[in-house]
Nanobody
């Protein structure tokens, strides 16, 4: 059974930092591309950052220079380090694993940026 379990969300003040983690089980983690997505109320889910099996990364323009995605294949975990957080970063953050047309999603973790 495949599971992706996100953690690390919470309430943080503007300018603060959080690190999200997504622990995977039931898949050969190292061969999967991983991504972090977010969905704010009333908006579509959007890609925040992605990392390939070879550790190439890509970011949405809105988070470039503030967020960093990384992976630890030994721990089957992908991370999202979020710095200089803004209120507009408030959303539910999801991780996704994909290879070809196969994809799996986590249940999401809430990030709220507010004074």
């Amino acid at each position: 059974q495949v599971q992706l379990v996100e953690s690390g969300g919470g309430l943080v003040q503007p300018g603060g930092s959080l690190r999200l983690s997504c622990a995977a089980s039931g898949i050969i983690f190292r061969v999967y591309a991983m991504g972090w997505y977010r969905q704010a109320p009333g908006k579509q889910r959007e890609l925040v950052a992605g990392i390939t099996s070879g550790s190439s990364t890509n970011y949405d323009d809105s988070v470039k220079g503030r967020f960093t995605i990384s992976r630890d294949n030994a721990k089957n975990t992908v991370y999202l380090q979020m710095n200089s957080l803004k209120p507009e970063d408030t959303a539910v953050y999801y991780c996704k694993a994909n290879i070809g047309r196969i994809e799996y999603w986590g249940q999401g973790t809430q990030v709220t940026v507010s004074p």
